[in-house]
C-alpha cells in the first residue's frame, strides 16, 4: 500500500532519489462539466466550450468510455477556452502503456500550461478485457506504479525502472511540460483512496450522494483534492429521470469495484436485489430493483435551479470538485442545459491554478 514516504524518494534507504516536488491542485471554488457533450458532434461544441468561463464554469474534465478519448478534446478545450482548468476522468493505465500515457498528457499540458490535471484509473474489465483483449490484474500495484512512473516522466526525468507490474527502460520525454501537470487517481475504495492521497494530488470518484463525501474524505485527509462526477438529468419529470436512473445506476452498480464501493457505503443491503437480478440475466427487473430514494441520491434530477442546489450540497458536504455530466432526457440537447446549470456568479475573479 502507498505511502507518504514515496512523495519524496523511491523507498530505498535514506531516500537516495528524489521525486519531483507535487503541484497544488486548484483552489475552491470550482465547478465542473464534462466534456464533450453527449449527442453533439465534438466540432460543434466550439462556441459552447469557449462560452464556459464566462458562464462561471471553471473545469472541463473528458471521459473515455467507447466514444471520444478522453485526451482529443481538451486539445480542442485548450485552444478554444484559456481560461479553464481541464482534467481526464480518466485515462486508462491498461489501455496505454506508461510512455504512450506520459506523452499523452505532455502534448495536452504543453497547450495548456498550468491548468491540466491528468486523472487516470483502472477502467473496467469490459473495456480492459473484452473490448481491448488486456488482462485486468493487481489494479493497485498497476496504479501506484504507473503515478510513480509519470511523476518522473513528466518532470523531464529519464526513467529507467522495474516497477512490479511493468518495467521501463531509458524513456525520457522530448519536451517535459512546464510546469508538469498534477496527477489524479480514481478510486472506490479505502485502499485507492489512500494511494491517491499518497502517490497523486487528487482522487476521482463518482456515483456517490452527497452524504457519502464525508467518508471518502476521511480516507482522503484534508490536503488530496476531491473529485466528483456528478450525473444529472435536468427535468422536472421524475419519472423519466428515474427510469433513466435505475438504467444506469443497475449497469454501473452492478460491476464488482461499484458494487464493494457501494457496500463501504453502506448500500450492500438495499442494492443486493439488484444484483441479484442482475446475475441472474434478468436486466430489466434488477433496474425494477432499485429504490426510488437510491435512485434520488445517485442521480440529480428535477429543475436546472434545483439541480444546481443539489450539486452544491456535494460542495457543503467536502467536495472541492463536482464535474456534471449532463444526462439529458429523451429529446432534450445536452447543449441546452449547460447555461441554467453554471453555477451561481462569485463576486470575484475565480483563479484557476494546478
Known amino acids: 500500500m502507498g505511502s507518504p514516504e514515496r512523495r519524496t524518494g523511491r523507498g530505498v534507504p535514506g531516500g537516495a532519489k ?16 464534462t466534456l464533450p457533450l453527449h449527442g453533439t458532434p465534438l466540432r460543434a461544441q466550439r462556441e459552447i466550450i469557449a462560452g464556459l468561463s464566462d458562464l462561471g464554469y471553471t473545469d472541463a474534465w473528458s471521459s473515455e468510455v467507447n466514444g471520444a478519448d478522453a485526451f482529443t ?49 483502472t477502467s473496467s474489465p469490459v473495456i480492459v478485457e473484452q473490448w481491448n483483449g488486456i488482462e485486468l490484474g493487481r489494479p493497485y500495484q498497476r496504479a501506484r506504479d504507473m503515478l510513480r512512473f509519470l511523476r518522473d516522466a513528466l518532470a523531464g526525468e529519464t526513467v529507467s525502472e522495474e516497477y512490479e507490474t511493468f ?11 512546464a510546469p508538469p501537470p498534477g496527477l489524479a487517481l480514481a478510486a472506490l475504495r479505502p485502499g485507492m483512496v489512500r494511494l491517491a492521497a499518497a502517490e497523486a494530488d487528487g482522487v476521482i470518484t463518482n456515483w456517490l450522494a452527497p ?22 438529468c435536468p427535468t422536472p419529470d421524475a419519472d423519466v429521470a428515474r427510469t433513466i436512473g435505475r438504467r444506469m445506476i443497475a449497469t454501473y452498480l452492478t460491476v464488482p469495484a461499484y458494487a464493494a464501493f457501494h457496500a463501504w457505503l453502506g448500500r450492500g443491503e438495499i442494492l443486493k436485489p439488484m ?11 434488477a433496474a425494477a430493483a432499485i429504490p426510488d430514494d437510491v435512485v434520488d441520491a445517485l442521480l440529480v ?8 442546489q ?24 445536452p447543449a441546452d442545459a449547460v447555461p441554467p446549470l ?7 475573479r475565480l483563479s484557476v491554478r494546478v
Open 73 to 121: 478534446p481538451l486539445a480542442l478545450a485548450a485552444e478554444w477556452s484559456a481560461g479553464l482548468r481541464l482534467g481526464t476522468a480518466i485515462a486508462g493505465i491498461y489501455t496505454r502503456g506508461p510512455a504512450l500515457l506520459a506523452m499523452n498528457a505532455a502534448t495536452v499540458a504543453e497547450l495548456a500550461p498550468g491548468r491540466f490535471v491528468l486523472g487516470i484509473g
Open 211 to 232: 452524504a457519502d463525501v464525508p467518508r471518502v474524505r476521511a480516507v482522503a485527509g484534508p490536503d488530496c483534492e476531491l473529485i466528483a462526477r456528478i450525473f444529472v
Open 18 to 33: 528524489r521525486r519531483p516536488p507535487r503541484p497544488v491542485l486548484g483552489q475552491p471554488p470550482r465547478w465542473g462539466i
Open 301 to 308: 434530477h428535477g429543475p436546472p435551479e434545483a439541480c444546481r
Open 342 to 348: 453554471a453555477p451561481p456568479r462569485h463576486p470575484y
Open 167 to 177: 518495467t521501463v527502460r531509458g524513456f525520457r520525454l522530448d519536451r517535459a511540460p
Open 310 to 333: 443539489r450539486v452544491a450540497e456535494y460542495q457543503a458536504q467536502g467536495l472541492d470538485t463536482p464535474i456534471i455530466m449532463i444526462i439529458p432526457a429523451p429529446g432534450a440537447n
Open 275 to 285: 444484483q441479484d437480478a442482475w446475475a441472474a440475466g434478468d436486466r430489466k427487473g
